[in-house]
């Protein structure tokens, strides 16, 4: 069965930290090319950050120079590492395959980020 997890979400200050974490099962986030997405209130789920299966890496203009997509193998997980973040970072965050080159997998639950003043 195929499931993605993600985790580490939170409520931080404008300009903190955070490190979100989407564990894979059943499917490797090694050989397919994985993202991040976000779902601000009202509006559309939006591509974050993508790693191909060759590690090449492609940002959202918002978050380039801040994020930071990466994925570990022995734990079948990709990462996002979110630092400087904005009051516009707020949303709920899923991983999925790379929905430009593959029909996404069953969505997760995903991880709320909240961003406060």
């Known amino acids: 069965q195929v499931q993605l997890v993600e985790s580490g979400g939170g409520l931080v200050q404008a300009g903190g930290s955070l490190r979100l974490s989407c564990a894979a099962s059943g499917i490797s986030a090694t050989y397919n090319d994985m993202a991040w997405y976000r779902q601000a209130p009202g509006k559309q789920r939006e591509l974050v950050a993508g790693?191909?299966?060759?590690?090449?890496?492609n940002y959202a203009r918002s978050v380039k120079g801040r994020f930071t997509i990466s994925r570990e193998s022995a734990k079948n997980t990709v990462y996002l590492q979110m630092d400087s973040l904005k009051l516009e970072d707020t949303g709920v965050y899923h991983c999925?395959?790379?929905?430009?080159?593959?029909?996404?997998?069953?969505w997760g639950q995903g991880t709320q980020v909240t961003v406060s003043s």
């Open positions: 999925n395959l790379d929905m430009s080159r593959s029909k996404p997998l069953t």
């Open positions: 790693i191909t299966r060759d590690g090449i890496t």
